[in-house]
């Protein structure tokens, strides 16, 4: 089984729409979870952070739920510069590697 | 803002030879990490670097592999006899501490093993 696990897309959102994906883990130890977008042939860069209370940062809304071991992210409101593929990130507890996700593609269009 | 740079943005070499990977970690931080993606594939942990010493590596990281903070500044990976398969882009990452402490990436060397 996939430590961090990904439904890969592409997921086509109309500009303006919402749209909201999950990941999964494996590793029950996991600390911490985080959100990173990548551009195509880019670096991974930090979207945010997930919490089990949910944060909100703008028209992103991330959510963990430790009990069932899965994440989500929601894009409210989305533009067409939020394409990109969303990586889902855990870190565990006795390390810090970071363990990515295989990424949700999103696609927006006009 | 501070960035984490890395140098070359592209490297082709042949297959045996030994390539060096360099980074410019952010200033201020004390962990230091390698990361490489395969075309199509993850993004997967290598190795990672505090106080001079590796704190952690993953099975990918073998003998082929070294890390080095040979000045105060710089941050090297070096593959000593490169195979076709090592064919990823590696990305630098630093981070101010460990446990939830943002990791931050550079914009990653490109490697094509030929």
């Known amino acids: 089984r996939k430590e961090v696990e990904q439904d890969p897309g592409p997921f086509n959102v109309p500009e303006g729409a919402t749209v909201a994906f999950n990941c999964t883990y494996s590793?029950?130890?996991?600390?911490?979870f985080f959100w990173y977008r990548q551009d195509c042939r880019k670096e991974p860069k930090l979207l945010m952070s997930v919490y089990s209370s949910g944060n909100e940062d703008g028209r992103f809304t991330a959510q963990l739920n430790r009990a069932s071991q899965y994440i989500s992210l929601l894009i409210r409101d989305s533009k067409l510069s939020d394409s990109a593929t969303y990586l889902c990130?855990?870190?565990?507890?006795?390390?810090?590697?970071?363990?990515f996700g295989g990424g949700t593609r999103v696609l927006v269009k006009p | 803002e501070p960035e984490v740079t890395q140098t070359p943005s592209h490297q082709v070499t042949q297959m045996g030879q030994e390539v060096i990977l360099r980074c410019v970690p952010i200033s201020n931080h004390l962990y230091f990490y390698w990361y490489r993606q395969i075309l199509g594939q993850k993004v997967e942990f290598l190795v990672s670097f505090y106080n001079n010493e590796i704190s952690e590596k993953s099975e990918i990281f073998d003998d082929q592999f070294s890390v080095e903070r040979p000045d105060g500044s710089n941050f090297t990976l070096k593959i000593r006899s490169t195979k076709l398969e090592d064919s990823a882009m590696y990305f630098c990452?630093?981070?101010?501490?460990?446990?939830?402490?943002?990791?931050?990436f550079g914009p990653g060397t490109r490697l094509l093993v030929l």
């Open positions: 590793n029950s130890a996991s600390q911490s």
């Open positions: 990130v855990a870190q565990g507890a006795a390390g810090n590697k970071l363990t």
């Open positions: 990452a630093s981070s101010p501490d460990r446990g939830r402490e943002t990791q931050y």
